[in-house]
């Protein structure tokens, strides 16, 4: 069946360095990867979306990009900051227009000051 | 824009009984999603309407579970009759095609 995962272990750094996340996908070529940051008690929220013909995009400290071949996507933040500290989801969705949406299980940032 | 609005917020009910969850998504957007969330399954999928229409349910869990969206701006998600492994938090996210969902606040759910 279709997976995506992401290391389910907490990822602690200190503020300032550049964290990195990585989500991988098996049984499944999605067209679109996603990433959302998720606070304790809210629904996730969008932070980047990345095309399959995309290697790479930025918005502000964060980067994401889309490697195929290794079915990965990496999630930077560079810079980070205490509050960057959430769970983070990466989600994937076919090239289908109605936009189903698949989640891993999320990985937790603690960025520590 | 309000965002999607979901009700109740928190729901506690005994097993047995039925719980109706409500979702008010975003106008404009015609996809709508229920997803519940659990620490040991994260966020699954459970349903989504594409311009009202049931598209995939496959992620309901039993027959139990049911969704219906009667026109594009309310959704509700009934389980009945309700068991404790029901409890989680229920999510209900709405795009536009397959541009960012916006999700709700979610409705935690407790059945005992």
């Known amino acids: 069946s279709q997976k995506i995962e992401q290391n389910s272990e907490a990822l602690n750094i200190q503020e300032g360095k550049t964290a990195t996340l990585t989500c991988n996908y098996t049984?499944?070529?999605?067209?679109?990867l996603q990433w959302y940051r998720q606070d304790p008690g809210r629904g996730p929220v969008f932070l980047l979306l990345i095309r399959e013909n995309e290697k790479e995009k930025r918005k502000e400290r964060l980067k994401v990009t889309f490697d195929t071949t290794l079915k990965q996507s990496l999630f930077h933040i560079t810079a980070s900051q205490p509050a960057d500290s959430a769970t983070y989801l990466c989600a994937a969705s076919g090239s289908s227009n109605t936009g189903k949406l698949i989640f891993g299980q999320g990985t937790t940032l603690q960025v520590k000051p | 824009d309000a965002g999607v609005i979901q009700s109740p917020r928190h729901e506690v009910t005994e097993m047995g009984q039925e719980v109706t969850l409500r979702c008010k998504p975003i106008?404009?957007?015609?996809?709508l999603f229920w997803y519940r969330q659990t620490m040991m399954r994260g966020l699954e999928l459970l349903i989504y309407f594409n311009n009202n229409v049931p598209i995939d349910d496959s992620g309901m869990p039993e027959d139990r579970f049911s969704a219906k969206m009667p026109n594009a701006s309310f959704s509700t998600l009934k389980i009945q009759p309700s068991e404790p492994r029901d409890s989680a938090v229920y999510f209900c996210a709405s795009s536009l095609g397959r541009a960012d969902y916006t999700f709700g606040s979610g409705t935690r759910l407790t059945v005992v």
């Open positions: 106008s404009g957007h015609n996809s």
């Open positions: 049984n499944y070529s999605p067209a679109y």
